[in-house]
C-alpha cells in the first residue's frame, strides 16, 4: 500500500472524522453590498443588495433583483410623464443576520415599488442560506414535517397578531393570511432571537397597518426544526 494512502488512513484513525471534517464556514459573511441606480424622466430604480462570501447566495440574490428591475421596466416601459405626472419607482434595501457560527445567514430584502395609484406596493423577500455549501434553506428544509410545523406556527402567530393589530384586526384578513401553506409562511429568516415569519401589507391586516413581523425563539418550536439546523442556530 502506498505510504500516502496509509499516512491518511492512520491519520483518519486516530484524529476522527469530526477532526477532519470541512472547514468552517466563510468568514465574514458580508463582504459588501451593490447599488444600482437608474433614472429617466419616467422612472427611478434604487436597489441594493448585499455581496455575500459564498458566491452562490450573492447570485441568488442579485437573480432576483436583476428580475425586479427588469419586470418593474416592462409595467409601462413608454412612462414619460405625460399620462401620469409621477416618475415610476422601485426600491430595495437589505437586512442580514448570520448565525451564531456563520454557517446559517439570513437575508431581507425589502421592495417597494410605485406605478401608480394612491400608495406604493411594498412587500418583503427573505433567504436563508447554508453557507458550508451556498444553499438555500426552504421551509421543508427548516421543518421535515411542514405540516405539523405550519400548522403550530399558523396558530401561534394567530394568538400574537390578534393581540398586536389592535383596531386594525380584520378577521377574515388574517384567516386567509395564516392558513398553514408555503406561501403564506415562506419569508422567514432565522435571528438570533428566534424564527422570524414577516408578512408583507394586505396579507394578515389592512395596507394601513404596515408588514408584520412575529419572532418565536427557537425553543418554542423546539422537535419540528430539523436539527442540523437547531445545532448551528445554538438551540440543539
Known amino acids: 500500500m502506498p ?59 442579485r437573480d432576483y433583483v436583476s428580475g425586479a428591475i427588469r419586470e418593474f421596466k416592462m409595467t409601462d ?3 414619460d410623464l405625460r399620462r401620469f405626472p409621477h416618475p415610476y419607482e422601485l426600491l430595495t434595501r437589505y437586512a442580514v443576520w448570520p448565525a451564531q457560527d456563520n454557517r446559517f445567514v439570513s437575508v431581507k430584502l425589502h421592495v417597494m415599488a410605485y406605478t401608480g395609484g394612491a400608495h406604493p406596493n411594498n412587500w418583503p423577500m427573505t433567504w ?11 421551509l421543508d428544509r427548516l421543518f421535515p414535517d411542514r405540516e405539523a410545523a405550519l ?18 384586526l380584520v378577521p377574515d384578513m388574517l384567516d386567509a393570511g395564516l392558513t398553514p401553506t408555503a406561501d403564506n409562511f415562506g419569508r422567514f429568516v432565522l435571528t438570533s432571537e428566534g424564527v422570524a415569519f414577516f408578512f408583507g401589507p394586505y396579507q394578515v391586516a389592512p395596507y394601513a397597518a404596515g408588514e408584520q413581523v412575529v419572532t418565536f425563539p427557537y425553543d418554542h418550536l423546539g422537535g419540528l426544526i430539523a436539527p442540523d439546523i437547531a445545532a448551528g442556530v445554538g438551540s440543539e
Open 77 to 79: 416601459p413608454d412612462h
Open 128 to 138: 436563508v442560506f447554508d453557507m458550508a455549501d451556498g444553499s438555500e434553506i426552504t
Open 151 to 168: 400548522a403550530k406556527v399558523s396558530i401561534l402567530c394567530r394568538e400574537v397578531l390578534s393581540r398586536s393589530l389592535g383596531g386594525m
Open 3 to 61: 505510504r500516502t494512502l496509509t499516512l491518511l488512513i492512520t491519520l483518519f484513525l486516530l484524529l476522527g472524522p469530526s477532526t477532519l471534517r470541512a472547514a468552517p464556514p466563510c468568514s465574514p459573511p458580508v463582504l459588501g453590498s451593490v447599488t444600482v441606480e437608474e433614472r429617466t424622466p419616467g422612472f427611478k430604480v434604487d436597489a441594493e443588495y448585499p455581496v455575500l462570501c459564498r458566491a452562490e447566495p450573492t447570485r441568488a440574490l
